[in-house]
């Protein structure tokens, strides 16, 4: 990693996002993780974003949004996350349960980064998102923001 990285989880169910955590942090454990229990807490954070938050501060290298999500499910947060002119060139990976072909298009009709579906079996999971983290974080060359803060 060219640097300590933040990765943001937006997720409902709190199982996976501390199953996330723990498989990161052990992975990589200089990555910070920023989890949000759904989309409406990651919306008071995104909205608070370079007022009283500074960007510099809370902004991710990438971002892992569930899709099947009670109110604002995955693709609202995905437009959400655009159209924040601090996110608008952060990756946003899906990491969803959901195999539905319809769904998997629909993601990558809307400019989404990619669509990775949340294996069930534990080791599989840990492969899946070892090389998820590793690619956007070690692989991927990603444009940096040049805000002034």
């Given at each position: 990693?060219?640097?300590?990285?933040?990765?943001?989880i937006?997720?409902?169910?709190?199982n996976?996002?501390?199953?996330?955590?723990?498989?990161?942090?052990?992975?990589?454990p200089?990555?910070?993780?920023?989890?949000?229990?759904?989309?409406?807490?990651?919306?008071?954070?995104?909205?608070r974003?370079?007022?009283?938050i500074?960007?510099?501060?809370?902004?991710?290298a990438?971002?892992?949004?569930?899709?099947?999500?009670?109110?604002?499910?995955?693709?609202?947060?995905?437009?959400?996350?655009?159209?924040?002119?601090?996110?608008?060139?952060k990756?946003?990976?899906?990491?969803s349960?959901?195999?539905?072909d319809?769904?998997?298009?629909?993601?990558?009709?809307?400019?989404l980064?990619?669509?990775?579906?949340k294996?069930?079996?534990f080791?599989?999971?840990?492969?899946?998102?070892?090389?998820?983290?590793?690619?956007?974080?070690?692989?991927?060359?990603?444009?940096?923001?040049?805000?002034?803060?």
């Amino acid at each position: 990693m060219k640097a300590p990285a933040r990765v943001w989880i937006i997720d409902d169910d709190k199982n996976d996002i501390e199953l996330m955590e723990s498989v990161i942090t052990a992975y990589m454990p200089a990555v910070s993780i920023h989890s949000f229990n759904g989309g409406e807490a990651a919306l008071r954070t995104i909205g608070r974003i370079g007022k009283d938050i500074a960007a510099k501060d809370i902004l991710p290298a990438f971002i892992i949004l569930d899709l099947k999500m009670p109110g604002r499910d995955g693709f609202e947060m995905f437009h959400l996350i655009r159209s924040n002119e601090n996110l608008v060139r952060k990756p946003v990976v899906i990491f969803s349960s959901s195999q539905m072909d319809d769904d998997i298009r629909k993601c990558y009709n809307l400019g989404l980064n990619a669509f990775v579906a949340k294996p069930v079996n534990f080791d599989d999971f840990v492969k899946v998102l070892h090389t998820m983290v590793d690619f956007w974080l070690n692989t991927c060359e990603v444009a940096e923001d040049q805000q002034e803060e």
